[in-house]
C-alpha cells in the first residue's frame, strides 16, 4: 500500500489554514515531494507550493492526488468530484485520510477500475496482522509518547529522524495515524486496528533490523486518555521500544476531548510508560521530554523547560524552538 | 442480534470434550436455554443433553442452532453443511463463534437468504460504536479482571449474577466474549472491535441504568498480557467499575501463550488496575480474589485461598469449590 511519489495536494474549498493541516505536515516534512496544490474557488488554505491544474500536475509526474483536507458539510466538498475522477483519468492515484472510503463515491470507483488506479484509505488497513508474539526484535526502537493526544508526538519523531541522520544514524520514521502515513508512504493507522492486533500490527510496522537501525515510531493518544489508552499501551507493548521520548503540551487544562479529565502529572507519566514498556523490553529508558511551548512566550517557554529539566533530571526541549539534539545526545549513552 | 433461544448445541465431530468447550459453558450456565445437542458419526464429546436431529429440533420449538466447537481441519467439518443446511431450511437461525463468517459458506448463505434466517457471527460485532465520553454513567458495575486471560473471568461474573440475584439484587452479565454472548443472547465480542471504540463499545454494552442496578461485566485478557492489554485496558475504562474482582489461576507458570512472560504479581497486579480504572470511576475498589484452584488438591487450595487473604487483606475464594458469597457480601459495604 505505498503510496506512488509525488503528491499533489488536494485542499478543494478549504475554509482555512487549519483544515489543511494535514496537506501542511505533509509539505513541512516532504518538501521534496510535495510538487504542487490543488485549490477550488472559495478555497482559503496555501501551503505556499504551486497552484496547478490536474492536466499541468499529470504532466508534471505526480504520482499520487491527496486529499488531506477536512470537510465539514460531508463526505466529499461540492465541486471536488470532477477534479478528481479527472486526476484518475489522467493517470494518478488517489489517497485519502478521510475516515469515509473513496469506494463508496461511485463515480471514483469506476473511473479507478476503468483506468486501474488506486483509492487508497489510509486509515483503512488493507491486511491482516498476527495477534503478537512478544518476542524482542533485534533493532533498537524510539517510540514518541504523550500525556495527551495531539501534543506533538508525529512532529517529536519526524524531528528525531532527521537529527539522527544528520548524525549518521541509520534511522527510520514509522507511521501510525493519517499525516504520518502520507509522509512516510507507508505505515499502519493504528488506531483503525481490530483490538486483538495492535501490538501485531507494530510487530510488523517496526520488523526486526540490524543491531544499529532506529526505528522512530510514531505514538498515539496516552496511557491517561480515557477514551484512547488501550491504543497508547498496545502500541507500546508492540515498539519494544529500548528509547521513549515523552511529548507534553503544557498550557491545555484538560485532555483533549474529554473537558472533565485533568492531564496527567508528567513525572506520574513518564513511571506509568517505562513500568508498561518494561513487560517487552526490560531495558527501556525515557531519554527526555519533547514539550509543545507554541503558546507560551520564548520567556515563559524557557522557564518551563529549565524547571522541568530540574525536576525530572531528564532534557526537555522544544523540537520547534530549541531543536531535539539534548535527546539525541542521549542515545549514545 | 439478540439470540433466539432455545438452543441446539451443534457438536459436529468434536475429537473430545474440550473441543466442545463453548458448548459446555452454554449448557452450564443456561441449563434453561440448552435442550438438546446434535452429534454426528465419531463425536466424542457429550454435554448429557439429549441428542436430537434437526427435524426433532424443529419440532421442539429451537431457536438458534449454536455452532459452539472448535474444528482443527478447517473452517466447517466434513458432514457439517447438510445438517446445517437443513436446520436453515426448518426455520432456525445458525449462530457460529468461529472466526470464518458463516455467509462464507455459500450453501449456508443461499439458504439463510431463501428462508430469511439468521447467520449470526459472534465475533464480528455488526454495528458501529462512538468514541467513548468517560462520561460517568448512573447504575453499579462489577469488571473481573485477571492476571492473565483464560483465568476464570467469564465463570466469575456469571457466578457473581447468580449469587447477587439469588439475594435480590438487580444484577445482570454483560457478554464481552463468544460464550459469554451466547449465554447472555446478547453482547460484544470485544477484542474484534476497532482499537479506538473499545472504551466506546463498553460504554454501549452497559449503558446509564437505575441508581441499584449492577451491571456485572466480563473482563477479557490482563493488564500485564504483551498481546492483549490494550484490550483490557480499554475496558476496563469503558467500564467505569464501581468494583473490581480479580481472577487468578495460581498454578500457572507463564503467561498464556507467551512462554517467556512471567504471571503478574497478584497484589501489583490489582494495584495497576485500580489505579486505571480510577481515571474514570475515582470511587472504584477491589472486592477481592476469585481463584480457579482446580489444579490444586483441597488443602493445597484452602491453604491457598487463607494466605493470598492474608496477604492481600481482601475476601479470596474459588467459585467453584467455596463459592462467590464473600465477594457479593462486599458490595453492601
Redesign the interface.
Known sequence: MALRTPYLMFLGDAPDQLAAKTAAGIAYWRPEMSRGQFRLPGCRADLGLPDMTIEAAAAAGIGTVIIGVANRGGFLGEGWEVPLVEALERGMDLASGLHRRLGEVPALRDAAARRGRNLIDVRHPTRDFA?????KRPGKRLLTVGTDCSCGKMFTALALEREMRSRGLDAEFRATGQTGIFIAGDGVS???????F???AVEWLSPAADPDHWDVIEGQGS??H??????????L?GAQPDALVMCHEPTRTHMR??R??PVPDLALCIERNLE?AR??NPAVRCIGVSVNTDALDLGAARDFLRRTEDVLRLPCTDPVRTGVGPLVDRLSG
Chains 1, 2 share one sequence.
Not at 131 to 135: F, L, Q
Request: charged fraction near 5%; hydrophobic fraction near 55%.
Open positions: 495477534v503478537a508474539s512478544g518476542v493504528i488506531d483503525a486496528v481490530v483490538a486483538d495492535i501490538p501485531g496511557l491517561f480515557a477514551s484512547y489508552a488501550g491504543v497508547s499501551l498496545g502500541l507493548h476531548g474529554l472533565h479529565f508498561a513487560l517487552t
